[in-house]
């Protein structure tokens, strides 16, 4: 699917990217080093209801988000299976 020459994405699929600058990315990168153990007690917590938890940097004002896999279904296709 493309409109005007580009790619359409789903934004509720992981792999999601986003423009950035260098300074963008390294201030990521030092937020990400410093949640890994965050990260790691939520998965422990949430167990098998989660596949993965890692940080985004796609998120401006909310905490988290739940995404799908890249190659599974969508949220609405995945109700309307069950």
Not at 20 to 37: D, L, N, V
Not at 39 to 44: A, N, P, V, Y
Not at 66 to 78: K, N, Q
């Given at each position: 699917?493309?409109?005007?020459?580009?790619?359409?994405?789903?934004?509720?699929?992981?792999?999601?990217?986003?423009?950035?600058?260098?300074?963008?990315?390294?201030?990521?990168?030092?937020?990400?080093?410093?949640t890994e153990g965050?990260?790691?007690?939520?998965?422990?917590?949430?167990?098998?209801?989660?596949?993965?938890?890692?940080?985004?940097?796609?998120?401006?004002?909310?905490?988290?988000?739940?995404?799908?896999?890249?190659?599974?279904?969508a949220a609405h296709?995945?109700?309307?299976m069950k």
């Amino acid at each position: 699917k493309e409109y005007d020459g580009k790619k359409l994405i789903c934004a509720t699929k992981e792999g999601l990217k986003l423009d950035e600058s260098e300074e963008e990315k390294k201030s990521f990168e030092e937020a990400k080093s410093k949640t890994e153990g965050l990260c790691t007690l939520i998965k422990e917590v949430l167990d098998d209801k989660v596949e993965k938890v890692v940080v985004s940097g796609r998120l401006a004002d909310s905490p988290c988000c739940l995404v799908t896999g890249e190659y599974g279904w969508a949220a609405h296709m995945e109700r309307l299976m069950k």
